[in-house]
Structure formats: C-alpha cells, structure tokens
C-alpha cells in the first residue's frame, strides 16, 4: 500500500461521508455529525437508520452497496439524494458527483483502523468527541507512526 492508494481512498471516503451521508442527514435532520460505526463511520441521526461505511460498503436501510464508481454511478445505485454542504461550512473540498468512490480495500482498512484508534484515545482522554476526530481524520487522514499510514493531507504524503 502507498501513499496514493491511502490518499486516493481517504478521498472518496471523505466524499462518500459528506455527499451520501452528511449531505442527506443535514438535509433531513440539519446534523452534519459523523460517528463511528462497526467496521467504519456514519450518520449520528437518521431513520430508519443512518446510512454509513462499513469497510468497503455503502450501508443504506435499503441495504449494502459496494463502494465504487463515480458519486453519481453510487447514487443510482444506492437510491441516496446526494447534497453538497458548501453553504453549511467553508474551507472543505468542493466533492462533485463525478467523484470517484473507488476504495483500495487495504487502504481503507488501514484508515478505518487509524479512527478507531483515535476514537479509543478520545474515550479514554475525554479529549474530544468521536465525531469531530472522524471529520478531522476524513479531511486529513491520518497518522499512525509505526505502520506506512502517513498523515494524507489532501491528496499529499505530509511527513
């Protein structure tokens, strides 16, 4: 696994978390919060269930949807209304729903393992909740100092 694999994956994690699940959420509910799900991270609030990831899965009340594809090919797939969060908040990636949802299966493991790592740390520090350090990770990726996952930051190997 290498650098662009974790970024590339980090990506369409981050586009998958904010056009399919935050976007749909704020829309229905107006919470932009992510948690952490077995296997991966989802919606706080949503019925009958919040749509979330789970490994390599787009996990939906309808049902699992691999991962792949452009957001648009998901989308149809899915049978998620996609919407962006430009007028929510500033300074995020500006995701398009031609954006590639391919994943690298090793990658995302490897990030899914790093929020959950991180997730633990906060419940034991009383640092933060799961919910901003699954956002920060997403904008970010993540930095875990004895494996090869480096800190991914949009798009760049950040040593």
Known sequence: MDVRELSTTRRALHAVAELLIAGPQYAAAGDIRLAARPGGFGGWVGLPGPTSVSGTELI?????????????????????????????????PDFTLDESTDVDENAAGALLRAFRRRRRRIATDGSGSDTHSLARALRRGYHHGGSQLRCVARGRDAR
């Open 60 to 92: 939906t009340p309808g049902g699992r949807f691999p991962l792949g594809g452009s957001v648009n090919e998901l989308v149809a797939r899915a049978g998620i209304v996609p919407r962006p969060l430009r007028d929510v908040y500033t300074g995020g």
